[in-house]
């Protein structure tokens, strides 16, 4: 029997330090090969695969993090910023496109710019029923159209799914029906993508010492 209990306390130890570590480097690992598609922009005949015979994956992630920098720094100057308005000029041209892009540059402004409210107020809603609450982000109020045809002060807020929180669901909710969380967008990332497992200021995991106490 002590032996039996002996191996379970070894198998769970074995289990804590191997699945955290497998998920993050197949987390990783999608991540570099998705930003390694970047390598198809090169002339064939400069690809790494081409050159050396081998693949060697990481290449087009540092090809993407230098392009986004050389961007950066471009952009920065006075050159720079002609060259992105003529170009976004020509996008603004193309009904489809010009939709579709200056929406998403609105986004990208205001939360990689640190301006505005957008998803900076962690907020409980009831959702999806009266009975139910769900963790939601503010990611700003409602045009003026919207409040005023509902007569209410409302606030739009984004929902998301466990445990991949990129997808997720965009409502207008009533203000006085929020109640706002005293806990950081990372914190409630975290809980989100465990499905509550780990909650805010969670000590760090000790897989070693929780085994042990099995």
């Given at each position: 029997m002590r032996h039996q209990l002996?191996?379970?306390?070894?198998?769970?130890?074995?289990?804590?330090?191997?699945?955290?570590?497998?998920?993050?480097?197949?987390?990783?690992?999608?991540?570099?090969?998705?930003?390694?598609?970047?390598?198809?922009?090169?002339?064939?005949?400069?690809?790494?695969?081409n050159l050396l015979g081998f693949n060697i994956p990481g290449v087009g992630t540092l090809l993407?993090?230098?392009?986004?920098?050389?961007?950066?720094?471009?952009?920065?100057?006075?050159?720079?910023?002609?060259?992105?308005?003529?170009?976004?000029?020509?996008?603004?041209?193309?009904?489809?496109?010009?939709s579709i892009y200056y929406s998403v540059k609105q986004i990208s402004d205001t939360v990689f710019s640190g301006t505005g409210d957008a998803f900076k107020k962690v907020l409980l809603v009831r959702y999806p029923h009266p009975q139910a609450w769900s963790v939601a982000f503010q990611t700003g109020l409602p045009a003026?159209?919207?409040?005023?045809?509902?007569?209410?002060?409302?606030?739009s807020v984004f929902i998301p799914t466990a445990p991949s929180p990129v997808n997720g669901f965009f409502f207008f909710v009533r203000k006085q029906d929020t109640i706002e969380l005293d806990m950081s967008v990372d914190e409630a990332l975290k809980y989100i993508v465990s499905m509550g497992v780990v909650g805010p200021n969670a000590p760090e995991p000790n897989p070693l010492g929780r085994a042990q106490n099995e």
């Open positions: 002996d191996l379970k306390k070894y198998f769970i130890t074995g289990l804590l330090i191997w699945i955290p570590l497998a998920i993050t480097v197949w987390v990783l690992t999608s991540i570099i090969g998705t930003m390694d598609q970047s390598l198809r922009l090169l002339p064939s005949a400069i690809q790494p695969v993407t993090l230098l392009v986004i920098l050389t961007s950066g720094m471009v952009a920065t100057n006075i050159i720079g910023q002609r060259m992105v308005r003529f170009w976004e000029g020509i996008l603004s041209r193309i009904p489809v496109v010009k003026e159209t919207v409040v005023a045809a509902s007569g209410e002060e409302l606030v």
